[in-house]
Each structure stands twice: as structure tokens, then as C-alpha cells.
């Protein structure tokens, strides 16, 4: 079949290769994958989950180098990289601890039935990942879905190959063969993992994947967990603090390039403190330094590669000739590179505010009423994250939104043992924290008369 070149979206050098999986071959990978997960559900828990944690300490030792291969590969800033590793490799033992404790039988008794409620494996699970968070997104999907006796057949995103290949083969090293696999390609490779005997596909990615993927599953009624895009609202209410808001909004907007599934994409502000606000975005993304993630100094990096910038770049012209006023930016940089862009007097016949962006451009639209900033809220097919930034109404405002996560005066993730989930369009199923983790088995029950 070839291989993959892996190539710096700065400058197009190569990174690495990899060989591409022959569709051919996945079937049979499936089938060793099969083999493999008799032997490894017969495991305690307890000892799947030290196993898995045993790649910790190695993750961890690691970080520097496969951080700097993570920005190699795709571009974001080292220490966002070096802190995405360690974030897999520091809390390994934790999670792993919380999985083994979300998935413990339960006895429930009525006095006349006693019945036992077993979290079991499905069987094979197939991972499909997305690049822009090239090593968290297979640890999200990977590490439940071990822990709780699946074999599991990953495959990353063909813009991502080689730091997820290094992730996988540390994780291998502490596992039986077979176990855990890797499938290198793209969109072919992931429809021939879809089809083959697999009993759970785990997704995170696009939305039109993810329909593609459900429809696919769909014919044998496999499991099909999704974890798809979003088009996050943030709305700044009049009594927000709106340094703090602005400081969000220019995090949350520029971060990574953009390129975040909960990234701030529509922001919606009290036409009270919208002249505030959009100066002090403003100010946030002038201080922004783009340039290659391997300097220390750089907040963003190039987007991932010349079709995604396009994308934004079309988006941004067209919201322009439409009526909607560049404030801040340009979408003049050279190569993959893309400044942070600040757009005022947007609307929703604009392709900007409905269609996901993943890029570094935040879309300002003011509003009188609350009732009508939440009503722009919803005005999307997607419910990833929302965020409010407010005083005490802000609460109200949150329970209004129809988003899977909602932040006050903070980003949209929860505490630890919350669920990364989805609403409407942006998932089906959800993982992460006990319920999350849940969602990685069969739910059995065995009864017996009292
Ligand atoms: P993508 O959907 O193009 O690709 C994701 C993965 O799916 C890749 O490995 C790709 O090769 C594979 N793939 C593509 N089409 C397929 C098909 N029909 N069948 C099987 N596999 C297929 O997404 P991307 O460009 O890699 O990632 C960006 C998208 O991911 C954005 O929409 C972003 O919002 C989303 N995302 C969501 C979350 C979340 O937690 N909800 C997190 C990260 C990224």
C-alpha cells in the first residue's frame, strides 16, 4: 500500500513515515484482535488497569521528545504539546483507578430477586481519532475501552500518524499482543475498520464522519460512540466582568489555531459592554505571537494544513462581503500560517456563524435581550460547549443553553469525573468520568430467585 509521509505544516518537511495498512489486511487484524481479547477480559480488572497504567512513567520520561514530535507534526505550541503528553501520562494511574471503580458489578436485591449488574466488554473495538489533539483523543477512547476488556484497533488521523504511533507503542510494551493495534491511513482505512467485525466504533471527529459512521455501523447494529464537531456559543452578559470575558474569549478563541472542538466560535454581547468587550478582544489578539510551535515565545502556530486554512480563509471573505467588519487580522499570512482574526457586525445568514470554522477567527454579534442571545445561542444543529459570562443571571442563562457542557465565567469542561459529551449533532454517546467510561461496555444482568 505505500506509506504516509508525515509533514511539518510549517514548512512541508518531511517528519517520518509510516506504512499504510492494506484495507485488505483489516479483517484479519480484527480477527487477532478477537483472539486476543478471550485471554485479556479473562484478566481481573484490577490488573488490565495496572498494565495500562504501567505506560505512565514512560509517557511521562518521554514528554520532551514526543512533544516536540507532536509540534513537528502538527504544529501546535511545545509547551501545549509537552502538556497534552504529560496530561496522558501523569494521571494514568488515577483514571485508570476510576474506570476499574465505575465498572465494578452492582447488586440489587428486592427482597425476592438478586440480581448482579456487570459492566462486560463488548469485544472488539475500533478507534478513530482526529489530529488536532494527536495524542489525548486516542488516550480518551483508548485507555476506557482496554481497562475494560475490549481489544482495541486504533486508528489515528493520516495528518498525525507518527506521534500516535509512538503514544500506541509505549502503551504496547505493557500489553499482551494484540491487544492493542494500529491501522495507518485515512478515510479508506477507517471505513474498512468500520465495516470489518468489529462490535464498537469509538469516533471522534467531523460531523459528516460521524454520520457517515453511524449509517455504516448501522446495517449490523454495532455499538457507536461519536464524539463529533461543534460551533460553541459564548455569551457576555451586561453585567459580566468583561476583562475576564475578553481573556477568555481570546484564549478560547485563538488556542491551538483554533483548532478545538469546544473552540469559541460565536460570541454574543450586550450591546451595553460590546464596544469594551471588542476593544479588549482586540488588545488580546494583538499580543498574540504566531510563528513555529518549537519557539518558546510562539501562542499560535500554522494550522494543520493548506485546506483547512482555506477553509477559514473563505469563510472569513465571505462573511467580509456579506457585511461583517474585519476588526483585527488579516488572512494575508504566508504558508499555513494564520493570524488571530476578530469579525464585528456578524449575522446568521452568514456561513461563518453556522457552519463549524476551526480556526482562529472570533465572531462578534451584539444583542439587547437575553432572550434573543440564547435563542442565537441554539440556532445551530451543534451542542458541543457553551460558555456564559455574567452575574447572577448567568446560571438561568446556562440552563437555557442546549449545549452537552456549559462554563460560567469559565471554559465549558467539567470538574474531575465529569463526562465529555455532546449535544444535538456534536455526539451520540459520550465518554470520560464513571457514566463515560460506562459507555465502553454491555450492560449485563444475572438474577436468581432469593
Ligand atoms: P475527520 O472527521 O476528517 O477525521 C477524523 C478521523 O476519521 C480520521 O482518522 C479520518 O481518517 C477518519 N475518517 C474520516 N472519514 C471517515 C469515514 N467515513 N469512516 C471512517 N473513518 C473516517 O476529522 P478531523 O479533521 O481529523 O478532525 C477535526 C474534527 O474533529 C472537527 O470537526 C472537530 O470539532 C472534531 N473533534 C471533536 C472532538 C470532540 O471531543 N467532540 C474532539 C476533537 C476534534
Redesign the pocket.
Known amino acids: 500500500m505505500g506509506e504516509l509521509v508525515s509533514s511539518n505544516p510549517v514548512n512541508g518537511e518531511e517528519v517520518g513515515r509510516v506504512v499504510v495498512t492494506d484495507p485488505a489486511d483489516i479483517p484479519g487484524l480484527v480477527q487477532r484482535a478477537r483472539v486476543a481479547q478471550r485471554a485479556w477480559r479473562a484478566l481481573p480488572i484490577e490488573e488490565r488497569a495496572a498494565m495500562v497504567a504501567a505506560a505512565g512513567p514512560s509517557i511521562v520520561e518521554r514528554s520532551r521528545e514526543l512533544g516536540e514530535l507532536l509540534t513537528r507534526e502538527m504544529g501546535k505550541p511545545i509547551q501545549a504539546a509537552v502538556g497534552e503528553v504529560l496530561s496522558c501520562g501523569r494521571g494514568l494511574k488515577e483514571e485508570v483507578d476510576e474506570i476499574a471503580n465505575a465498572l465494578r458489578p452492582e447488586v440489587l436485591d428486592d427482597g425476592r430477586t438478586q440480581t448482579t449488574l456487570f459492566h462486560d466488554p463488548y469485544g472488539v473495538c475500533a478507534a ?6 494527536p495524542i489525548s ?1 486516542p488516550h480518551w477512547l483508548v485507555v476506557p475501552a482496554l481497562v475494560a476488556g475490549n481489544a482495541v484497533v486504533l ?5 498525525t500518524p507518527l506521534i500516535a504511533d509512538a503514544w500506541a507503542r509505549i502503551l504496547q510494551e505493557h500489553l499482551p499482543a494484540d491487544v492493542l493495534q494500529i491501522v495507518h491511513g ?2 479508506q482505512q ?2 474498512a475498520l ?1 465495516a470489518a467485525d468489529v462490535d464498537l466504533v469509538a ?5 459528516n ?1 460521524g454520520a ?2 453511524l449509517s455504516a455501523a448501522g446495517g449490523e447494529l454495532k455499538r457507536v460512540l461519536l ?4 460551533k460553541d456559543p459564548l455569551i457576555v452578559l451586561e453585567d459580566a466582568d468583561v476583562d475576564a470575558a475578553a481573556r477568555f474569549a481570546a484564549r478560547n478563541s485563538f488556542r491551538n489555531t483554533g483548532q478545538v ?1 469546544v473552540s469559541t466560535e460565536r460570541i454574543y454581547v450586550h450591546e451595553s459592554v460590546l464596544p469594551e468587550f471588542t476593544e479588549k478582544l482586540v488588545d488580546e489578539a494583538r499580543a498574540m505571537v504566531v510563528g513555529d510551535g518549537l519557539d518558546a515565545a510562539t501562542d499560535l502556530g500554522p494550522m494543520i494544513n493548506a485546506r483547512q486554512k482555506q477553509h477559514v480563509v473563505a469563510q472569513v471573505r465571505d462573511a467580509a462581503q456579506s457585511g461583517a467588519h474585519v476588526v483585527f487580522g488579516d488572512t494575508e499570512a504566508e504558508g499555513n500560517f494564520l493570524g488571530p482574526i476578530v469579525l464585528a457586525d456578524v449575522d446568521h445568514t452568514m456561513d461563518i456563524m453556522r457552519e ?1 470554522t ?1 480556526g482562529p477567527v472570533a465572531c462578534v454579534q451584539g444583542f439587547s435581550r437575553v432572550e434573543q442571545a440564547v435563542e442565537l445561542a441554539n440556532d445551530t444543529p451543534y451542542g ?1 460547549g457553551a460558555v456564559v459570562y455574567g452575574g447572577d443571571s448567568a446560571e438561568a442563562v446556562a440552563r437555557e443553553l442546549d449545549a452537552g457542557m456549559i462554563g460560567i465565567n469559565r471554559s465549558c469542561g467539567g470538574a474531575s469525573g465529569s463526562p ?1 459529551v ?1 449535544a444535538k449533532q ?2 451520540y454517546g459520550f465518554h470520560s468520568g464513571p457514566h463515560g467510561h460506562r459507555q465502553f461496555t454491555q450492560v449485563r444482568i444475572v438474577s436468581r430467585p432469593k
Open positions: 478513530i481519532t482526529p489530529w488536532n489533539f483523543m486508528k489515528p488521523s493520516e495528518e485515512d478515510e477507517g471505513k468500520v469516533f471522534t471527529g467531523s460531523r464522519a457517515h459512521i464524539e463529533l464537531g461543534g472542538c463549524e476551526f458541543l465529555w455532546g456534536s455526539g
